[in-house]
């Protein structure tokens, strides 16, 4: 307050420590940033989702009768693709067999990279239908669907989902292999069934309040 | 200039470097401002206050809105009602713009009381001038974009102007418009030319705050600092009077933005714009409303249409501003010392009041004899009662100095 005491004019009140202008000029500026707080508060806020953009995000229903085994669909859902995958009768006995689990980075899904209910070796509610948010964790490129085991993409393929931006490899339950780039498996959104042949993604099972925004990373 | 008193070694590192806290001294605190400015010299600063305002708030509007015929009326209704606080940054956008013509008005009316255009402020002046054309174009152009009744008329209105010109008028016209009528094509370049054109004012603002620089405010009394005892520094004591003065504003400009946001705009422009359907009444924002009156008052004169005589009229009422320096020929500034001067600016304050509110009626009866009277006043005022009133009128006897004038029994120096 050295600046104030020397710009004190005629007839100030001087004494003491606290002279009545300090104590108006704090109060004065408390006031004046609680009000600049006030409105930078809205305009920073204007720039989260709108409530429209909310309402968009509610649940869909995707029907999978037409998914035959081995194929795979996306979807789009809060602009994001899903991928549903129904896994052929193999493929499900090479992932329970878990003959592959040492090359996984996370085989148990011990991340929280999806709801309890799709913690488990096929990570799904059924295990031949398989719901994954497409989105590869390194970088957020969209991994392509590679079901058969070869050289293609890449040398020695084990068969499952390869991102072509860095090369990072998941398997038929999207769960990421050591040694790339991705460090997380692919999140399983929420979702249930509401009949055999319609699921409805976004939303859980009853009992479960899984929130796709918890997990490590999308 | 000087270095700045601080003892703390950054700032002073940064300011051997790049001298940001010595300008801030020089033109803050070393500033000298004349002792006895009154409140009507807090609008400069509140003009600028709302400049930062309606940009701030534009830019996050502008994340929102979509330029385009068919989603911008729905996309600013959206901003309302779904984007978070939209409702506020809308209302206080939509209200800045009549404000900040409220603080700009106050603020030209006391230019022309004080007599702060005259030597040696012409260009200072003159820049004022021009910042209000830059205004009075985006406002316009900003009114254009939610795509309202309003929106589409008066931009079908103020671009017909230029129809008014002979033999290139059409041409212009085709021209502004990009198609055939106001159309999409309009509201996209009306679109980037508002969000361009408040950064131009805040070229020229810069100007006129250099120009102030130079030889200072003016002040009440109109006579020029004569030393040290005529002014104090500008920070803290007009920082703090702005600062007080910004807060009894900020009251008013609030009660509007909650209590009556929609007060000040016309309902039409709640209906989405429509090509087939004209509005009964055109009428445009309470801001432009005695230029709409001057455009309107118009008659035949000899040969030249009445269409393009309210256009020269209209452009003219502004222009005759830009040589106003040297249509006043009082060597006297400030109106206290002006006896008959006084209260021919009265006359004017109550006749530009007459033509806004001609400007809100229908051009019918009485309103068009007092809009051609208005009209015929607000010229007369400039071009012939100014020149002739500077050397008929006996002013009062200047003060010997604002030191003498304001601290009875002798001038004390504040520092």
Request: with cysteine; charged share 15%; glycine share 8%.
């Amino acid at each position: 307050m050295a600046e104030t005491a020397q710009a004190k004019p005629m007839g100030a009140h001087g004494g003491g420590e606290g002279t009545r202008r300090d104590f108006l000029v704090l109060t004065a500026s408390a006031l004046g940033a609680v009000g600049t707080a006030a409105v930078a508060w809205p305009l920073i806020a204007s720039m989260n989702p709108a409530a429209d953009t909310l309402a968009a995000g509610a649940p869909i229903d995707v029907d999978i009768s037409k998914v035959a085994p081995g194929m795979s669909i996306r979807v789009l859902w809060r602009s994001r693709p899903i991928f549903i995958v129904r896994r052929t009768p193999e493929e499900l006995k090479q992932l329970e067999s878990g003959k592959d689990n040492a090359e996984l980075s996370d085989p148990d899904s011990k991340a929280l990279q999806q709801a309890d209910y799709a913690r488990n070796w096929h990570r799904s509610i059924k295990p031949e239908i398989l719901v994954l948010v497409g989105i590869c964790t390194h970088l957020g490129c969209i991994p392509s669907f590679a079901p058969q085991p070869g050289n293609t993409p890449v040398e020695n393929w084990e068969g499952g989902f390869f991102c072509p931006c860095h090369g990072s490899k998941y398997d038929l339950s999207g769960r990421v292999f050591r040694g790339v780039p991705a460090p997380l498996n692919l999140p399983v959104p929420p979702y249930n069934f509401v009949s055999d042949t319609v699921i409805r993604i976004g939303e859980n099972p009853k009992g479960s309040d899984f929130d796709l925004s918890s997990v490590e990373q999308l | 200039m000087a270095a700045p008193r601080t003892q703390n070694r950054i700032i002073r590192w940064i300011d051997y470097r790049l001298p940001v806290f010595s300008y801030l001294e020089h033109e803050l605190h070393e500033y000298p401002t004349p002792r006895n400015l009154s409140y009507w010299w807090n609008f400069g600063s509140l003009a600028g206050f709302m400049l930062v305002t309606m940009i701030v708030t534009g830019i996050f509007l502008a994340m929102y809105y979509t330029p385009n015929v068919d989603m911008a009326f729905d996309s600013v209704e959206r901003i309302r009602r779904d984007v978070n606080y939209g409702w506020l940054i809308q209302f206080i956008h939509m209200n800045g713009a009549s404000f900040f013509f409220i603080v700009t008005y106050i603020h030209v009316f006391r230019g022309l009381y004080y007599g702060s255009y005259k030597n040696p402020r012409e260009l200072l002046w003159i820049l004022g001038v021009i910042i209000l054309l830059l205004m009075m174009a985006t406002a316009f152009m900003g009114y254009v974009l939610p795509w309202g009744q309003m929106s589409f008329w008066g931009a079908t209105v103020i671009t017909n102007l230029f129809s008014a010109i002979p033999k290139v008028g059409n041409a212009i016209v085709t021209w502004l418009w990009g198609g055939y009528a106001v159309g999409n094509p309009t509201l996209n370049r009306f679109y980037s030319l508002h969000y361009l054109l408040p950064f131009v004012i805040v070229a020229v603002v810069m100007l006129h705050v250099i120009a102030l620089h130079q030889h200072g405010s003016n002040n009440p009394l109109g006579i020029d600092r004569k030393g040290p005892q005529d002014s104090i520094p500008f920070h803290p004591y007009y920082t703090i009077k702005d600062m007080f003065g910004l807060g009894v504003f900020l009251i008013a400009y609030a009660g509007f933005i909650f209590f009556l946001p929609n007060f000040l705009g016309d309902p039409q422009n709640y209906i989405p714009a429509n090509p087939l359907v004209t509005p009964p009444e055109i009428v445009p924002e309470w801001y432009f409303l005695p230029f709409y009156a001057i455009l309107r008052s118009v008659p035949d004169i000899w040969f030249i249409p009445s269409k393009l005589a309210g256009v020269i009229c209209l452009f003219g009422s502004i222009g005759v501003l830009f040589i106003l320096p040297w249509l006043d020929t009082s060597p006297v500034r400030s109106a206290r010392f002006r006896p008959i001067y006084k209260w021919f600016f009265l006359v004017l304050v109550v006749d530009v009041v007459a033509l806004g509110v001609c400007g809100a009626h229908r051009p019918e009866g009485t309103y068009i004899v007092i809009g051609r009277i208005a009209t015929l006043y607000y010229f007369f005022h400039f071009l012939i009662l100014l020149p002739l009133l500077g050397k008929m009128e006996r002013p009062r006897p200047l003060p010997a100095s604002i030191g003498a004038a304001v601290l009875k029994g002798g001038a004390v120096s504040a520092e």
